[in-house]
């Protein structure tokens, strides 16, 4: 099961949205909707920040927002903040109770 | 408060074993299936391991990378499960964490919603 592919970095001002992909295959992303996002600070576990491609859990911020289309999953944050600086990880179900994550992407906000 | 806290980790040499144990509390475990998730230094997440709840017949799931020398269990008892890694090899290094499953009414699981802090397993001689 190969990584799904992520931008390794993106960047924006604060205020301004941001949007994060996650190119998998027909095999997870295009098959099912249980795609996960996760944050993670330096040296910290990550956080779910979004699960079932756009659902989020108790407590995340509403700037925080996913969605899938084909084999592409996506996560935008809005109204960016300087807290957003991260590492921001996606995750697909594969079938079988197997899953795989992307790559990552680091977040700068300028 | 549902926490989860690994805990075995530490320095191995190439080929020996060790075990990892994730304690669950202020849930019930028997009810969530459980995974763990690993990150070598410097790098991404990589999904190792999975276990079903009690419920969906408690069965693993294992990464190709480490099929056929890890075993995932889980002591319903203890709320406690496990990760058994033989034959370690160095590419083994990493932090690994566990956490508990986000799923649906249909057993699905939508994402992994609490993780611990992470435990250290450096396989090096």
């Known amino acids: 099961q190969s990584a799904l592919t992520q931008p390794a970095f993106v960047s924006g001002s604060p205020g301004q949205s941001v949007t994060i992909s996650c190119i998998g295959t027909s095999s997870d992303v295009g098959s099912y909707n249980f795609v996960s996002w996760y944050q993670q600070d330096p040296g910290k576990a990550p956080k779910l920040m979004i699960y079932?491609?756009?659902k989020r859990p108790s407590g995340v911020s509403n700037r925080f927002s996913g969605s899938k289309s084909g084999n592409t999953a996506s996560l935008t944050i809005s109204g960016l903040q300087a807290e957003d600086e991260a590492d921001y990880y996606c995750c697909s179900y594969a079938g079988g109770s197997t899953f795989v994550f992307g790559g990552g992407t680091k977040l700068t906000v300028l | 408060e549902v926490q989860l806290v690994e805990s075995g980790g530490g320095l191995v040499q190439p080929g020996r074993s060790l075990r990892l144990s994730c304690q669950g509390s202020g849930f019930t475990f028997s009810d969530y299936a459980l995974t763990w998730v690993r990150q070598a230094p410097g790098k991404g997440l990589e999904w190792v391991s999975f276990i079903r709840s009690r419920p969906y017949g408690g069965s693993p799931e294992y990464a190709a990378s480490v099929k056929g020398r890890f075993i995932i269990s889980r002591d319903e008892s203890k709320s406690i499960v496990y990760l058994q890694m033989n034959g370690l090899k160095t590419e083994d290094t990493a932090v690994y964490y566990c956490?508990?499953?986000?799923?649906?009414?249909?057993?699905?699981?939508?994402?992994?919603?609490?993780w611990g802090q992470g435990t250290l397993v450096i396989a090096s001689s």
């Open positions: 079932d491609a756009n």
């Open positions: 956490a508990r499953a986000v799923y649906d009414s249909r057993g699905y699981t939508l994402g992994f919603d609490y």
